[in-house]
């Protein structure tokens, strides 16, 4: 079914299974730079799901460039730890790499013992926030020597292959840079100067490490920085580390401080590939695509069509580390979706904490959350069919527990709706084609359109009842929100109904700007539209623009704290906040709303009473416990459970895992 992804292909004399690769990624599992049990039943679980390599990273060269809370090899005495890791990942059949790493200025001074960053200039960072100290001849070539030795450490520790990062704004990236690298020696300046530094590096590998051990890169197909390296002369440098003695090269994004999302949902899927695609034309050897690629067919065709010779599954393989072993056996709908939330990930990271998946309860947590069979099944009824509830039933039903699930509508999937309603939010709603496979695959009956009632749970008398019944929004005793032209958001999200030209939305946490996205992107150009106008050139660059920003509804947040954006993701935040602002959504904060009569939204400011007059008013003040079930069934002695939004309004990664968690214990 997917014959070329499947197919083995060989980077230097290494034949590699197939043309599957877990990326190295940051997850936080240890605060020493050492590897612990954590991190071997990670890896281990990602490399038993069928990758062809499994790549460990970022693992540090030295202490200034990588801090406490990344790995590293800097040392011999790490050299026995990462040959346990390595024999755990060959014993499960894929090939161990490793990634080496030197964040240059990108180092955070608080994660160095506040020392200062070296970097090939003294230029302020932006994502470090500190201005790093440049770094002399001397410390070049130790940083260099410390590259090499990392790498011959790898090769002693039996890594079948070494990567080097060239990417996301980190060291090699900075000399590279004509922005970042303004230096007047050997190793600034001219183009030949700027590639000197990885050059000299990747000759002094290859002498040490032999001409027969694979030797990779990762690179950035473009900085995605203004007055930084783009995709014009990106094949140049490629060329260059070709010629140096590189046998593969992984080809990714921008830097970390780029304006251009590189890894949410916004971004639509295997849109970087062209970026492989570019440096694939350049060179002979192998290269990578990366960036949201997130099913089977897209891999795929990533590789038949040429764009590139290998995938990157990073946050897919979290995910579902069996995503490639699903592909191989012609059963890509039962692989659990990634759908670029960065919940677990990437707000982890940036928070300083471990990483987990919203939607794979088991990431992370490998070691501690085993799902075993049980000896005396028992007969589970589960109340609600939306993901805690579905979570639930498939984790009892793989544990040998005979499931029924009772749902008050006439369709899976609860919220999720709603949530997968927004713009550039759909992906959510792949969760509901995961869970129909699952249904399907576990023979897991589902009760449409019945209203569980104590009698029914006395007529069914399971031995156990998970309660997902989920939440209902929460309209606040603000005059006049009973007025024909007021909605709650869920209304809108759900329904989708005409709006008129001026819509205040009252709320500014995470559920009113999704909701105020919707409603001012109501109208506006569509991608379709867009591309047909664009390739014709039927309308000037200036107008599309306008059209594709400009919907039928102007739209304006009311929020009673001083800043809007509460339970916002920190890694996506800054994405949101750009689309209102295209989109033209005003913001009043520290405003409290006191009437929303016939569409007069009266509002308290600082000691003013102001007032201002709209066709349509959404209610997005949150939402609140439904609590029926949950309170009936404590009188019938059966022991139950609450998940969800029932036990409180949450998270979707609240839902999934307490749903596992709850099945996982019966």
Excluded at 49 to 63: L, N, Y
Excluded at 92 to 100: D, F, M, R, Y
Excluded at 210 to 225: E, K, T, W
Excluded at 388 to 398: D, H, N, P, S, W
Aim: hydrophobic share 40%; charged share 20%.
């Amino acid at each position: 079914m997917f014959n070329n992804l499947m197919s083995p292909i060989k980077i230097n004399n290494l034949t590699i299974k197939n043309r599957t690769a877990y990326p190295s990624l940051g997850v936080l599992f240890s605060m020493d730079k050492k590897l612990n049990d954590r991190y071997y039943n990670f890896f281990k679980e990602i490399a038993h799901g069928g990758a062809g390599i499994v790549t460990v990273g970022p693992v540090g060269v030295d202490f200034i460039g990588s801090g406490f809370f990344t790995l590293g090899i800097e040392k011999d005495e790490y050299i026995p730890s990462f040959q346990k890791l390595t024999g755990i990942i060959k014993q499960a059949g894929a090939s161990p790499w490793i990634q080496l790493f030197h964040a240059g200025a990108y180092s955070h001074p608080m994660m160095i013992n506040n020392l200062t960053p070296k970097a090939p200039s003294k230029i302020y960072s932006n994502y470090s926030r500190t201005e790093p100290e440049e770094m002399t001849i001397k410390e070049i070539k130790e940083i260099q020597t410390a590259f090499v030795q990392a790498a011959a450490r790898a090769k002693d520790a039996g890594f079948e292959g070494v990567e080097i990062i060239a990417s996301a704004g980190y060291l090699i990236t900075q000399f590279l840079s004509p922005l970042k690298n303004k230096r007047t020696d050997e190793y600034g300046g001219s183009f030949e100067n700027r590639v000197r530094f990885p050059d000299e590096i990747i000759r002094m590998m290859r002498q040490s490490l032999g001409d027969d051990y694979p030797l990779g890169i990762r690179m950035a197909g473009n900085d995605l920085v203004d007055q930084s390296n783009t995709d014009s002369e990106m094949p140049a440098i490629a060329k260059v580390y070709e010629a140096c003695g590189i046998d593969v090269i992984n080809v990714t994004g921008g830097w970390h401080e780029s304006k251009i999302p590189q890894l949410p949902m916004e971004l639509p899927r295997g849109t970087f590939a062209y970026f492989a695609q570019n440096i694939k034309k350049a060179v002979s050897i192998p290269v990578m695509a990366s960036n949201r690629i997130t099913t089977p067919y897209e891999a795929e065709n990533i590789i038949k069509d040429g764009f590139a010779d290998m995938v990157n599954l990073g946050r897919v393989l979290i995910a579902d580390p069996q995503w490639p072993n699903k592909a191989k056996a012609g059963k890509p709908e039962e692989i659990r979706p990634c759908v670029g939330c960065n919940q677990g990930c990437t707000d982890q990271i940036f928070s300083g904490s471990p990483v987990f998946c919203l939607g794979n309860p088991q990431a992370g947590f490998e070691g501690e959350r085993i799902l075993t069979k049980v000896d005396s099944p028992k007969k589970v009824l589960v109340v609600g069919a939306g993901v805690g509830g579905l979570e639930a039933a498939i984790t009892a039903k793989r544990k040998g527990h005979h499931v029924e699930i009772y749902e008050k509508d006439n369709e899976i999937g609860g919220q999720l709706w709603l949530a997968g309603a927004p713009p550039h939010k759909q992906e959510l709603l792949e969760f509901i084609r995961y869970y129909r496979a699952m249904l399907k695959k576990y023979n897991i009956d589902v009760i449409f359109n019945t209203k569980v009632t104590a009698q029914l749970i006395k007529e069914k008398n399971p031995d156990h009842v998970i309660v997902a019944e989920g939440a209902e929004p929460l309209v606040p005793p603000i005059e006049g929100v009973d007025s024909p032209c007021v909605y709650t958001s869920w209304d809108i999200l759900k329904d989708n109904p005409p709006l008129g030209k001026k819509v205040a939305v009252i709320g500014g946490g995470a559920v009113g700007l999704e909701t105020a996205h919707f409603i001012a992107s109501k109208g506006s150009m569509s991608p379709e539209v867009l591309h047909f106008l664009f390739r014709y050139e039927a309308v000037s660059d200036k107008k599309l623009r306008e059209y594709v920003f400009t919907g039928t509804s102007k739209v304006t947040v009311f929020e009673m704290l001083a800043r809007t954006g509460a339970g916002v993701g920190k890694s996506t935040r800054w994405v949101l906040f750009g689309n209102l602002e295209k989109y033209g959504v005003k913001s009043y904060t520290s405003a409290k709303v006191l009437s929303v009569k016939k569409g007069l939204v009266k509002y308290e400011s600082g000691n003013e009473i102001k007032q201002e007059q709209f066709d349509n008013v959404v209610i997005a003040s949150g939402s609140k416990s439904v609590k029926t079930i949950s309170q009936e069934i404590e009188t019938l002695g059966i022991p139950f459970s609450v998940i969800g939004d029932g036990a409180a309004p949450r998270q979707l990664n609240d839902a999934i895992h307490g749903g596992f968690l709850a099945a996982l214990n019966i």
